[in-house]
Each structure stands twice: as structure tokens, then as C-alpha cells.
T-cell receptor
Framework: DTAVSQTPKYLVTQMGNDKSIKCEQN?????MYWYKQDSKKFLKIMFS???????INETVPNRFSPKSPDKAHLNLHINSLELGDSAVYFC????????????FGNGTRLTVT | TQLLEQSPQFLSIQEGENLTVYCNSS?????LQWYRQEPGEGPVLLVT?????EVKKLKRLTFQFGDARKDSSLHITAAQPGDTGLYLC???????????FGEGTQLTVNP
């Protein structure tokens, strides 16, 4: 009964490939997020969806495309992967939008070779 | 986007020592949250402080929100190896749009 689950846990792929990360939350929260954590452990928001509607879209290359089929799911698709995309990607959810406390998944470590 | 500076970035201490982690900004936040992250896991919320001057205690951890709601501190008394982890502060912007994270403090408590 994991609250926020994301798959896969590890993803190793070559430059130029396309990959997806899936996220699901069973908390009944309205808002979901994707964060990127770099090698220095800095957490940076990428996207936020509220009830399937995109509300935050940071300066992220358009190779990254989020999709929210329903408010419990938020997937991240990445096209033409580059070396600099290597990082840990975290999905999170919150009860409401704005500064509500976040519930994080356990992350997906993406390594691009 | 409002910025949060966290210090120190790294802290290595012996079991039983006390420590304080600081989270500072020139901007006002409507609330501030502290998270702890362990290797291979996502950050987990420890506490939220909302009112200027507020102090919250969680066992050996004491959290304080500055009077002007621009800064916060986390004090750990008699640290234990189980306290080892990455501590992150996050401020809720007054615009209400998002959380801004500090850069994190990597704490190692040696037995």
C-alpha cells in the first residue's frame, strides 16, 4: 500500500533513446509533481499537474513531456535522451496545489550512457 | 522564484553531539517545511511551521520559524547514527504557487 509509487527504480539507457517513467498515487491527492535531483542533491521542480491540468512548467527542454491520464497518475516521457539528463527523478503528490506538504516516491535513477 | 540558502552543506559529527542546520532567505515564506531523505528513498516530511516565531519539537529535533518568516533552523540534541541523512528545507512561496527547496544538509552521525 505504497502512497506514491514510481517505476522503474533504475533506468540505464543510451543517448538518443526515448524512455518513460510512470507514477501513481493512492492518497486521493489533487496535485502531482515531477522533480529532478542532481548529483549535488538539489531538488528542482519540473512540472506540476492539478486535477490533470498542467499548472507549473519550469524551463525544461521540450524533450520532456508529462502526461496525466487521471489525477492519480502522472507519467514522464523523455525523448532523445542526453548525457545531462542523468539524475534521480522524483514524483510527488500533495493534497492541494501551492505550498502543501509533499509525499514523494522513492525516485528513478536515470543513467544515460 | 524565491531562494533558500541552507547551511552547512555537509556536517559530520560524533554520536551524542548537538547540531543546528540553518535555512535562510531574503524573502518571506507563508510556511516552511523540513524533510529528511535517506539513500535510495524520497524525502519524507518532518514538520511544517507556519507562524513567525513558531517552535515545534519532534523528540530530539527542534524546529524554529523566524519571526519575519524568512528563515528557519533545525536543532538536533544528542544526535544518533539513525539521524544520518539529507535534511532539506522547503519554503512555500507567498504567491502560493510552489515550494522552493534549499540545497540540503548532508548529516553524518558517527557511532
Amino acid at each position: 500500500d505504497t502512497a506514491v509509487s514510481q517505476t522503474p527504480k533504475y533506468l540505464v539507457t543510451q543517448m538518443g533513446n526515448d524512455k518513460s517513467i510512470k507514477c501513481e498515487q493512492n492518497l486521493g491527492h489533487d496535485t502531482m509533481y515531477w522533480y529532478k535531483q542532481d548529483s549535488k542533491k538539489f531538488l528542482k521542480i519540473m512540472f506540476s499537474y492539478n486535477n490533470k491540468e498542467l499548472i507549473i512548467n519550469e524551463t525544461v527542454p521540450n524533450r520532456f513531456s508529462p502526461k496525466s491520464p487521471d489525477k492519480a497518475h502522472l507519467n514522464l516521457h523523455i525523448n532523445s535522451l542526453e548525457l545531462g539528463d542523468s539524475a534521480v527523478y522524483f514524483c510527488a503528490s500533495s493534497q492541494v496545489r501551492g505550498g502543501s506538504p509533499l509525499h514523494f516516491g522513492n525516485g528513478t535513477r536515470l543513467t544515460v550512457t | 522564484t524565491q531562494l533558500l540558502e541552507q547551511s552547512p552543506q555537509f556536517l559530520s559529527i560524533q554520536e551524542g553531539e548537538n547540531l543546528t542546520v540553518y535555512c535562510n532567505s531574503s524573502s518571506v515564506f507563508s510556511s516552511l517545511q523540513w524533510y529528511r531523505q535517506e539513500p535510495g528513498e524520497g524525502p519524507v516530511l518532518l514538520v511544517t511551521v507556519v507562524t513567525g516565531g513558531e517552535v515545534k519539537k519532534l523528540k530530539r529535533l527542534t524546529f524554529q520559524f523566524g519571526d519575519a518568516r524568512k528563515d528557519s533552523s533545525l536543532h538536533i540534541t544528542a544526535a544518533q547514527p539513525g539521524d544520518t541523512g539529507l535534511y532539506l528545507c522547503a519554503g512555500a512561496e507567498t504567491s502560493g504557487s510552489r515550494l522552493t527547496f534549499g540545497e540540503g544538509t548532508q548529516l553524518t552521525v558517527n557511532p
